[in-house]
């Protein structure tokens, strides 16, 4: 059984930084992107950055220059590095793996807080 499993999340003061982290466990194969959506209360899922298996990446227009997403195929593990954080990033933040024959895969989510 595949599991996604995210760390990282918590509370940070605007301007601050935080690094999410995504592993997954479990035999997945085909995977075709990995990538890190956000739900703030009262909104729609959206996406906030993505990674092809061709390394290709793909970012919100919201976070660019802020955010950087990168991955450790060996460690099946996907991290999102976010910089210069401000109260609009407040959200939960969902990973999720997306294969060609496997479906996709999403994490239980990380609470993610920008505040003073």
């Known amino acids: 059984q595949v599991q996604l499993v995210e760390s990282g999340g918590g509370l940070v003061q605007p301007g601050g930084s935080l690094r999410l982290s995504c592993t997954a466990s479990g035999t997945i194969f085909s995977i075709n992107t990995k990538g890190w959506y956000r739900q703030a209360p009262g909104k729609q899922r959206e996406l906030v950055a993505a990674?092809?298996?061709?390394?290709?990446?793909n970012y919100a227009d919201s976070v660019k220059g802020r955010f950087t997403i990168s991955r450790d195929n060996a460690k099946n593990t996907v991290y999102l590095q976010m910089n210069s954080l401000k109260p609009e990033d407040t959200a939960v933040y969902y990973c999720?793996?997306?294969?060609?024959?496997?479906?996709?895969?999403w994490g239980q989510g990380t609470q993610v807080t920008v505040s003073s």
């Open positions: 990674i092809t298996s061709g390394a290709g990446t």
């Open positions: 999720k793996f997306g294969t060609a024959l496997m479906g996709d895969f």
